[in-house]
């Protein structure tokens, strides 16, 4: 303390002379408008040069991790290729890949992952050839359906939506149910109607069924961590889904090219 105090008195003079100063700049900030606006842009020049080097810093950095992702994603769709029909030659299989179905990149630019009801908006849409009833995936495996679009941007129905029902199937034995999702747990979804006689066990991949227009056969959607046996008839499936619903930032927008063509067929049956 007492050298604090040393302080003072030693730099009294020096303290003083600073302390007038100060309060002379200000009063002749006050005073005069043209000062005063000079430093107000000296001061906005300072925090856009701030600003606009922590935001080169920031997409650095971001960049890396798009590159990241853009990997994993070529890296998802070559596992689906590889794995959709082994006996086809790797050629025969994009062929018929780039036949079938299209794949639109899209970023995610809100994403509702706390209500009951959650909805994910990207920034495509019609504009962009982009239709409802589209399925939206990621690098890691399942994300939705659209059911709204507008020009430029589309929303979609997350399987974090209780209103949510998509065809999916045990991966090893080929049983099939619908996901659905009990608000519970944003990392957990439920694989319902799954037959008792099927062989469950815990670890055991789902992936997408295939039996509708909307989504390819095989894509990813998560493990099982439980089940139960209802009404001694069929087993409900928690089931851990791959992706992290609460962070997602680039999807891809499946379009089926025969969608149509199948859709028409379903309806000529039913009216027959």
């Known amino acids: 303390m007492q050298q604090i105090i040393y302080f003072f008195i030693k730099n009294k003079n020096f303290l003083l002379f600073a302390l007038l100063f100060l309060i002379s700049f200000v009063l002749t900030l006050e005073s005069h408008s043209y000062h005063n606006s000079k430093l107000i842009s000296s001061t906005n020049f300072l925090s856009g040069k701030i600003y606009t080097i922590t935001s080169s810093i920031t997409e650095y950095f971001d960049l890396k991790q798009q590159n990241r992702i853009l990997l994993e994603q070529n890296s998802m ?15 025969e299989l994009n062929n018929a890949l780039s036949r079938n179905f299209e794949f639109t990149s899209a970023m995610v630019i809100n994403n509702v992952y706390g209500k009951t009801n959650n909805h994910i908006t990207i920034d495509k849409g019609h504009n962009d050839s982009l239709e409802v009833d589209m399925g939206v995936i990621s690098s890691k495996g399942l994300v939705g359906i659209i059911n709204k679009t507008s020009s430029k ?15 999916a199937q ?18 957990v979804v439920q694989l319902t109607e799954i037959p008792k006689l099927a062989p469950i066990a815990i670890g055991d991949t789902i992936i997408t069924g295939g ?13 099982i961590a439980n089940y139960t046996l209802e009404n001694n008839d069929s087993y409900t499936v928690d089931v851990t889904l791959f992706n992290d619903m609460t962070n997602l930032s680039h ?18 049956g039913d009216a027959e």
Do not use: D, M
């Not at 891809?252 to 063509?261: D, H, P, R, S, T």
């Open 170 to 187: 045990l991966k090893k034995s080929k049983h099939f149910g619908f996901l659905t999702w009990n608000t519970q747990n944003p990392h």
């Open 153 to 167: 941007y589309a929303r979609i129905q997350s399987v974090l939506n209780t209103k949510s029902q998509i065809n």
């Open 77 to 91: 769709l070559l596992k689906y290729q590889s794995n959709t029909n082994k006996s086809i030659p790797q050629k």
């Open 211 to 223: 039996n509708s227009s909307i989504f390819p056969k095989g894509i990813l959607v998560g493990s």
């Open 251 to 268: 999807v891809y927008v499946i379009k089926n090219k025969n969608k149509k063509e199948i859709i028409e067929l379903q309806s000529s």
